[in-house]
Structure formats: structure tokens, C-alpha cells
């Protein structure tokens, strides 16, 4: 630095920082006071800052800070929050008897909303295996779709929440719903299936020309012999004019709604051999690792009861 501080001041009022470009010279004026002073009160706030909340890493974690802040906490506290709220919800819906239950989700709409969200959870993971993730069944195994307004064990809440708790035709639930449709093909020629079948495809025949309702045509002459066999020996359980019967989980044979199949192969595959369709029980004392509690049942058959068919 050769220049003379003296002759500067003199010069330019302040010293030059002694660079110099193309006769340019880089003047040293000092900072303005109040920006010095900014300056330092942001270093000040830093380091309180970081003393205050989480900031400096560590070996496993950061320094905690005096305030005692996390966003874990937070989200811990909101949780809890979220869970007490609900703690309400799920203790009147583990109380409710089923049969309450549909009148008292009417009355109440966040009982009803957080059943009704459960319900859709605890049905994609436990149910849409067999129902399909619409509800909307699998014919060609027999499980039933549960979204229209056919049941074969009742569709009220009551019945749905009594179905899923209990199971059907398992060994799990001494009280599971249980029926049992004789295998036919031990008990009648070839040829009176053949023609009993033709008489329940005639059920669904609601103008009688020999097609039924889902277009099968099938065998006029047959229907009355049909009948006959039908009347003694299916209407037990089917009941006399077919329309089925829910205590015994008898399917309806009078609609186009089919648990396994309506055309004539299926039928008579199903009088033949029977079916014996089984869904396991659900209730948490029925499965070994845990079922649904009381709540999740209610909830799952507030779900099922309002995805269109309950009755
Ligand atoms: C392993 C397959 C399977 C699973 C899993 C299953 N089900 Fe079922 N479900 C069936 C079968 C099979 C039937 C029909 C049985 C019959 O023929 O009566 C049935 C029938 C029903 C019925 C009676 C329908 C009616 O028309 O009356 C309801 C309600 C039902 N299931 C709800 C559920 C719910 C809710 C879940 C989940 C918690 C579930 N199911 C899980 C196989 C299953
Ligand atoms: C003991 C009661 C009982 C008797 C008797 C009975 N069924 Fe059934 N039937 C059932 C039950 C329960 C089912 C439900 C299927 C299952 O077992 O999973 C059924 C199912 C059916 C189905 C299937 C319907 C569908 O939607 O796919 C047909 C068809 C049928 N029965 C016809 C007959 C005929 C015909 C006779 C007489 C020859 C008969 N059943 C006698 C109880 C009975």
C-alpha cells in the first residue's frame, strides 16, 4: 500500500481502500450506524435461536433447545388429539347395540362419518379379497356382491354386523349362519335335475315366453313336472314360490340376481353337487392374531348396509 493516507483525506474527505482501476479509486467510507448495528443484532438472534430451538447436530441427534420444540411432538400431540376426539366415537360405537345402530348413525352424523370412513378401511383389507374392492362379488366362486338390494342372510345393519361377526358355514363360530343344500346328484337321476333346473329358470320368466330374464331359454315342457319336484323337495328351504328364505340363507330364485349362476350348465352344477359357500368369522374371539372388534364390525356393517342395497 503506497498510498498516502494523509494527502487522501485531504483529497476525497476519506482514505482510499488504495485500489485503483483505470484511475478509479475504491474509496473506504465506513458503514452506515444503523446497518452496523442490524448486523449485529442478527448475529445476536442467531445464536439465541439456535440455543432456543433444535439447531446444532450432534452425535445421534441435535441440541434440543431450551424451548423444548419438535415437530415430532407436534405431531405426537395432534395424534392424540385426533385419537381422543375419536376415543368418543369408537366407545359409542363398540356400545351400540346393532341393533341401534342404523338409527343412531342417522341421528348422528360424526358417528356415522367416522364409520362409515373405518368401515371402507377395515373392508379393503379384510373383505375385498373375496367381495372384490367395489363389493361387488365374485359369481364364479360365490361370494355375493353386497352392493345390491338381494341378501341372502338379511340386509339390515343388525343382520350384516350379526354376518360378519359370526361368519357363514364355518368351524370357527359355534353360532356362525349355517344352512346346508343337500348335494341332488345323490339323490336324483341326471334327468329330474335336468328338469327341476328347467323349472327355476322359469322362475325368473317374468312375461312367460320361454326366455327368462337374463335370456336363457329353457324348456316349457318340462316346468310342471319341474315344479313338482321343486315343491317337494326344494321349497323348504327355497320356499314355495321360490323367493328364497333369509333365516336359512336360501337364495332368492325368482330375481336375475345369481350367487353362482343362472344359465342352465351353472344350475345344474349347483343342484348337482350343492355349494357350501363359507365366509370365516370375524369376530376378534373367533381368529387366532386378532378379528375385528365390536367397533370395527359396527362400523364395516354401517359401510356395507349403506353401499346401496340395505335394507
Ligand atoms: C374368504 C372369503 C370371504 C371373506 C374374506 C369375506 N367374505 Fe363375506 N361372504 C363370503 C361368502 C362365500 C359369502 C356367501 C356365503 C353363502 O353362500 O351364504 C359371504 C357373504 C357375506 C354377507 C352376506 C350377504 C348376504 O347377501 O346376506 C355379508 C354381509 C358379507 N359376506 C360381508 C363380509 C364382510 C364385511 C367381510 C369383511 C369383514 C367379508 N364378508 C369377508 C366370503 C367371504
Ligand atoms: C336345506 C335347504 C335347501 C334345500 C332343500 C334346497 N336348497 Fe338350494 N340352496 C340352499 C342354500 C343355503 C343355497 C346357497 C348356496 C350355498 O350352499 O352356498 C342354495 C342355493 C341354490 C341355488 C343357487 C342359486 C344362485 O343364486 O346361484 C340353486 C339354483 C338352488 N339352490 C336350487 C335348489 C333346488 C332346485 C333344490 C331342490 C332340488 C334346492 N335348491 C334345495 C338351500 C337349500
Known amino acids: 500500500m503506497n498510498h498516502d493516507a494523509?494527502?487522501?483525506?485531504?483529497?476525497?474527505?476519506?482514505?482510499?481502500?488504495g485500489h485503483e482501476w483505470d484511475g478509479i479509486r475504491e474509496l473506504n467510507n465506513p458503514l452506515p450506524r444503523w446497518?452496523?448495528?442490524v448486523f449485529y443484532a442478527t448475529i445476536v438472534w442467531?445464536?439465541?435461536y439456535t440455543m432456543a430451538y433444535p439447531a446444532w447436530p450432534l452425535v445421534n441427534k441435535a441440541t434440543a433447545g431450551f424451548l423444548g420444540y419438535s415437530t415430532r411432538a407436534l405431531v405426537e400431540e395432534e395424534i392424540a388429539e385426533v385419537n381422543d376426539q375419536n376415543a368418543e366415537l369408537i366407545?359409542?360405537?363398540a356400545e351400540t347395540d346393532p341393533v341401534d345402530l342404523a338409527a343412531a348413525a342417522a341421528e348422528d352424523e360424526d358417528l356415522r362419518n367416522y364409520a362409515?370412513?373405518?368401515g371402507r378401511a377395515i373392508f379393503a383389507a379384510n373383505c375385498s379379497q373375496c367381495h372384490g374392492s367395489g363389493a361387488n362379488g365374485v359369481q364364479a366362486a360365490g361370494y355375493p356382491s353386497l352392493i345390491d338390494d338381494d341378501w341372502l342372510w338379511g340386509g339390515t345393519v343388525e343382520e350384516i354386523a350379526y354376518t360378519v361377526a359370526h361368519g357363514i358355514r364355518n368351524e370357527q363360530s359355534l353360532d356362525a349362519r349355517y344352512?346346508?343344500?343337500p348335494a341332488y346328484g345323490d339323490i336324483f337321476s341326471a334327468e329330474e335335475i335336468e328338469t327341476v333346473v328347467q323349472y327355476v329358470m322359469s322362475l325368473s320368466d317374468s312375461d312367460g315366453d320361454g326366455t327368462n330374464d337374463r335370456g336363457y331359454a329353457y324348456d316349457t315342457a318340462a316346468v310342471e313336472e319341474g315344479g313338482q319336484i321343486f315343491y317337494d323337495n326344494c321349497a323348504a328351504c327355497h320356499m314355495d314360490d321360490g323367493t328364497g328364505d333369509p333365516f336359512q340363507g336360501a337364495p332368492n330364485l325368482t330375481d336375475i340376481v345369481w350367487l353362482y349362476g343362472g344359465d342352465e350348465a351353472t344350475l345344474i352344477e349347483t343342484v348337482t353337487h350343492s355349494r357350501f359357500g363359507i365366509m370365516p368369522a370375524w369376530g376378534e374371539e373367533y381368529r387366532v392374531g386378532g378379528g375385528l372388534?365390536?367397533?370395527?364390525?359396527?362400523?364395516?356393517?354401517l359401510y356395507v348396509h349403506q353401499l346401496g342395497g340395505g335394507e
Open 35 to 37: 446497518w452496523v448495528w
Open 116 to 118: 362409515i370412513n373405518g
Open 6 to 17: 494523509e494527502q487522501e483525506r485531504k483529497e476525497y474527505g476519506v482514505e482510499t481502500t
Open 46 to 48: 442467531g445464536v439465541i
Open 91 to 93: 366407545a359409542r360405537l
Open 179 to 181: 344352512s346346508q343344500m
Open 293 to 301: 372388534s365390536q367397533d370395527e364390525i359396527n362400523a364395516v356393517a
